[in-house]
Structures are given as C-alpha cells and as structure tokens.
C-alpha cells in the first residue's frame, strides 16, 4: 500500500527510535550510517543453499520529524542502492579479505572506523 519494502519500515523504525534515545538534551547529529546487509542472488539462485550477500549503507536521518518525511527519505536512498549495483562489490572485499594480510586488513577497517555506526538487518 506505501509502495515500500519491510527493510524500509525497519529502517525508520530504527531512525525514529536513535532520534527519540538521543533526544536527551544534546544535539543529534543530521544522520547515522547504517550498513545493510542485503541478498545478491539472481532469481535462478533462490532455492539454492548458502547465501550471497552484498551490502549498501542508508544514512538515517535523526533530525527528521514524523514517519512520513523518514520514511521517504529512507525509501529514497534504499532504492537508490538497491539498483546501483554497488551491494555486489561488497561480496568481493568480503572474500578478497581472506587473502589479505592481517596487518593490511586491521589497518583498512582502522581507515573505515566511524563511517558506519551500526549495522541493521530484518533477516533473522
């Protein structure tokens, strides 16, 4: 009926809660980065055993008053990232990081420290 998925819903869910949490006095930041994760099989994978997962990042606006305005912004940007094709390169570094020295790889999740604040996910 919104012309939305779950994922949407939970976002804002999410976005509206950190608002209200924060709310406490101090000032919100405009947004939080959250990672998605998210599936990549094509549709002839769907039966298949295992998962291939990629992966997208939605800034959830924390300053945004109301469901409505959230959920648009939200729904924006997952759709956005959804047909982009970027949540597929997010498989690679996955399986690239296997063969990549632990140093190397401590000091590029070090660089990347603080561009996502958390991670959400409805997949149970």
Do not use: W
């Given at each position: ?88 390169a997010f ?6 990081a296997a ?17 996502v604040h ?7």
């Open positions: 009926v919104l012309g939305v998925t779950i994922n949407d819903l939970v976002l804002t869910a999410v976005a509206g809660a950190l608002s209200a949490a924060e709310r406490g006095g101090r000032d919100l930041p405009a947004t939080l980065q959250c990672m998605v994760p998210m599936s990549v099989r094509s549709a002839e994978e769907r039966a298949s055993l295992g998962n291939r997962v990629g992966g997208f990042t939605v800034a959830l606006p924390l300053r945004l008053r109301g469901v409505g305005p959230r959920l648009a912004a939200i729904r924006t940007q997952t759709t956005r990232a959804k047909s982009d094709g970027h949540g597929s498989t690679g570094l996955m399986q690239a063969y990549v020295p632990a140093v190397l790889f401590r000091a590029a999740a070090q660089r990347a420290e603080g561009r958390l991670i959400c996910t409805n997949v149970p």
